[in-house]
């Protein structure tokens, strides 16, 4: 590093700051001064915090790296009288002042997504299987249009991806209670339901789910021996094909 004179000296070890890394558990805000560590690995515990910054003016040069160490679904959020930043739970980000302002200069996961700032080529990552990561996940975009973003919007619930788009439907005619041909049915495949339509071809007099009497017995078999008579009418059965 130079001096004043011109010389040079190496440095034989790390550069340290002086009480430069602060952990914490936070019980309220906390304001921050030209003192403060610069590294604050805070745990909000167990509420969303404040975390202000120093006025910018007098601040040039200073930076403050923030990791939010929560065990649960805490923010900070980082403050110089407007919010410079949220820093969600297993999250960090880095804000530095030229002395006018503060920036953000490493942003936090929530904010790079937010700016379209994280986006991974699809053939550069993969989900391995927890046991075997030979298991892999791939996925692939090149099918979408250039210039758009395509969303997956997951239900609440769980869901094997293995039946989307398997979806079969048919209506037969009802019979007495036993074996009915539903054409293309396996014994691998899941009823949903067999919607009963009471009424010969004429009005509609009511309709029940009957589904629960009816098992796949053999291919292009279902059965309900004991259960419902349908003679006289119609039966739509839903099911999910995954031969």
């Given at each position: 590093?130079?001096?004043k004179?011109?010389?040079?000296?190496?440095?034989?070890?790390?550069?340290?700051?002086?009480?430069?890394?602060d952990?914490?558990?936070?019980?309220?805000?906390?304001?921050?001064?030209?003192?403060?560590?610069?590294?604050?690995?805070?745990?909000?515990?167990?509420?969303?915090?404040t975390?202000?910054?120093?006025?910018?003016?007098?601040?040039?040069?200073?930076?403050?790296?923030?990791?939010?160490?929560?065990?649960?679904?805490?923010?900070?959020?980082?403050?110089?009288?407007?919010?410079?930043?949220?820093?969600?739970?297993?999250?960090?980000?880095?804000?530095?002042?030229?002395?006018?302002?503060?920036?953000?200069?490493?942003?936090?996961?929530?904010?790079?997504?937010?700016?379209?700032?994280?986006?991974?080529?699809?053939?550069?990552?993969?989900?391995?299987?927890?046991?075997?990561?030979?298991?892999?996940?791939?996925?692939?975009?090149?099918?979408?249009?250039?210039?758009?973003?395509?969303?997956?919007?997951?239900?609440?619930?769980?869901?094997?991806?293995?039946?989307?788009?398997?979806?079969?439907?048919d209506?037969?005619?009802?019979?007495?209670?036993?074996?009915?041909?539903?054409?293309?049915?396996?014994?691998?495949?899941?009823?949903?339901?067999?919607m009963?339509?009471?009424?010969?071809?004429?009005?509609?007099?009511?309709?029940?789910?009957?589904?629960?009497?009816?098992?796949?017995?053999?291919?292009?078999?279902?059965?309900?021996?004991?259960?419902?008579?349908t003679?006289?009418?119609?039966?739509?059965?839903?099911?999910l094909?995954?031969?």
């Amino acid at each position: 590093m130079p001096f004043k004179n011109g010389a040079t000296k190496n440095l034989t070890a790390q550069l340290r700051l002086r009480d430069g890394v602060d952990v914490r558990t936070l019980t309220g805000a906390l304001t921050l001064d030209a003192t403060s560590g610069n590294y604050l690995l805070l745990d909000p515990g167990g509420a969303t915090r404040t975390v202000t910054l120093p006025a910018a003016a007098g601040s040039n040069g200073l930076a403050f790296f923030v990791a939010n160490t929560a065990d649960a679904a805490e923010d900070i959020l980082i403050s110089d009288g407007g919010t410079v930043a949220t820093v969600g739970q297993g999250q960090a980000c880095a804000v530095a002042s030229n002395g006018s302002d503060w920036y953000v200069v490493i942003p936090s996961v929530a904010q790079a997504i937010a700016a379209g700032l994280v986006v991974v080529a699809d053939g550069n990552f993969r989900i391995g299987d927890s046991a075997d990561l030979t298991k892999r996940i791939a996925f692939e975009a090149s099918g979408i249009t250039a210039g758009q973003t395509r969303t997956i919007t997951m239900p609440d619930r769980a869901i094997d991806l293995g039946y989307v788009g398997q979806m079969q439907l048919d209506l037969i005619t009802g019979g007495a209670a036993g074996n009915h041909t539903l054409t293309g049915v396996t014994t691998a495949d899941a009823l949903i339901a067999v919607m009963y339509f009471v009424g010969a071809g004429t009005d509609v007099t009511d309709i029940s789910d009957i589904g629960g009497e009816f098992s796949i017995t053999s291919a292009n078999t279902i059965n309900n021996t004991g259960g419902t008579n349908t003679t006289g009418g119609k039966m739509l059965v839903l099911w999910l094909n995954v031969a």
